[in-house]
C-alpha cells in the first residue's frame, strides 16, 4: 500500500521503526522485515543505528531503489550549515547517495530560529537532489503556522506520536489543511520507555474495546491498530526487532475494520501523551552530539 506525498513521491504506508532497537539488533530486524515484504525503514541520526540499517538494506540484496529509507536530523546538527552536514553523516552511515525522506526530529521551540534554518537546508538538499522529500516530526499546529511562514517547502510528513489513546485530532487536522502526510511513531502504543513522562500509562495492547475487535476478526490487537491507521490514511512505522512479530506488523493488508470498528477506536482516545511534551525544552538531550560517519 503507497501513499502519495504532497510532492508527487509515493511511500510505502507501513515502515519498520527501529527507535530502540540496539544496534547489535537491527541489521538482523532490518533484514528480516525486508524479507519478510517491508519496503520503508524509518530511522534517525539519534538513535545510534543508521549504519546498521544500512548493512540491513545491503544484506537483504534489494536494490537501493526498492527501498524507502526515512531518516531525521537531530536538534544537536540544527542551524543550515550544520543540516547541511548532517546529510553528510547520515548518508555516509546509511551507504547512500540519496535519502528518500529527511525530517527535522524536534521543533525545539526554544531555538526555534535554528529549526528554521535546518529546514531551510532541508529545502536546498531537497532542490539539489540529494533527498526526494523533507519533513518535520513531533511538530504541534503552531510550531507548523511558525514553520510555514518563514519557509517555501511544505513538510511532505509530520511524524507525530499517534495510537487510539492518544490520537493527536488538532495535529492531523493541521497536517490536512497543508496537505501534509500524518506518519505515526508509537503506532501500536508500544514506545513508552520514556522516564518522567507518562508514568500512569495505560497499555493499548490490552484494551478490552481493541481485544474484542481483534477476536472478531481472527487478529491480534497489534494488527487491528495498524489498520486502523492505514484505512484512516496514515503511515505507520510500528517497531520491533522480534521476528514473528515483524511479519506479524506486515501482515495488516487482508482484513478490513468496520466504521463502528474504526468509530469504537476512535472513541479510545484520552488525550494524554506517552512520549515526550514537543514543546517542553530539554537541553541536555538536545545537546547530544551526532558522531561524524
Known sequence: MELTLNNGVTMPALGLGVFQSPPEETTAAVQTALEVGYRHIDTAAAYGNEREVGDGIRRSGLDRGDVFIETKVWVSDYGYDESLHAWDK???KLGVDQ??????HQPAPDRFEKTVAAYKALETLLADGRVRAIGVSNFMPHHLERLLAETDVVPAVNQVELHPYFAQRAVQAADTEHGILT???SPIGGITFYPGWGENRKNVMRDPAIAAIAQAHGKTPAQVMLRWHLQQGRSAIPK???PARIAENF???GFELSAADL???DALDTGVRSGPDPDVARPE??????PEA
Open 263 to 265: 468509530a469504537a477506536i
Open 240 to 242: 520491533s526487532t522480534n
Open 183 to 185: 506518519q505515526a511513531w
Open 90 to 92: 547520515a548518508a555516509g
Open 285 to 290: 538531550r538536545f545537546a547530544m552530539a551526532i
Open 99 to 104: 535519502l528518500d525522506l529527511l525530517i527535522l
Open 251 to 253: 501482515d495488516v493488508f
